[in-house]
């Protein structure tokens, strides 16, 4: 089980979340998937009309998603939280109990030559902006499947 954690909930995490239900259902892995923000500006919002309209030219429809605020039962009920950026990955170290069993992880150290780097929030940006967070996401989604796959 994976936990996509942005600071939004409405842009990077719910976009992370549709690629790798996508890319785990191309590959036939079941996976329980689910997204959530540091921030509580976007509570029980769709993900922005941006990232459902790039996700949706992609075959992926994020349109149901609600967000929500990372917890501290979610360090229990997850296998892996994975950041989406570097400040995010900080803010959970924060919050992480003591006795958290999740694994955390930044999305980009799954992608080979991108280590150590954060993916960038799209929301002050354009379309434009949203298509390298698409590609971004689904690289580290395929990422991600292959250490699942390797483990
Ligand atoms: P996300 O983008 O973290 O990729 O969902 C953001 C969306 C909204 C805000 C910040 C980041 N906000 O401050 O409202």
Do not use: K
């Not at 890319?23 to 540091?38: M, Y």
């Not at 030559?113 to 971004?136: H, K, M």
């Amino acid at each position: 089980s994976i936990l996509f954690v942005c600071l939004g909930n409405i842009c990077r995490s719910p976009m992370a979340e549709g690629a790798l239900r996508q890319a785990a259902a191309q590959r036939g892995i079941d996976l329980t998937i689910d997204s959530a923000g540091t921030g509580g500006w976007h509570v029980g919002d769709p993900p922005d009309p941006r990232a459902i309209a790039t996700a949706r030219t992609r075959g992926v429809d994020l349109s149901g998603l609600r967000g929500r605020v990372v917890r501290a039962e979610d360090f229990h009920r997850f296998d892996l939280i994975v950041a989406l950026d570097r400040s995010n990955l900080r803010d959970l170290r924060e919050i992480e109990p003591d006795d958290a069993t999740a694994r955390l992880s930044l999305l980009l150290d799954h992608v080979r030559g991108r280590e150590g780097q954060s993916v960038a929030d799209p929301y002050t940006g354009d379309l434009e902006d949203f298509a390298i967070t698409w590609a971004e996401v689904r690289a580290g989604a395929e990422g991600l499947l292959d250490w699942i796959e390797a483990t």
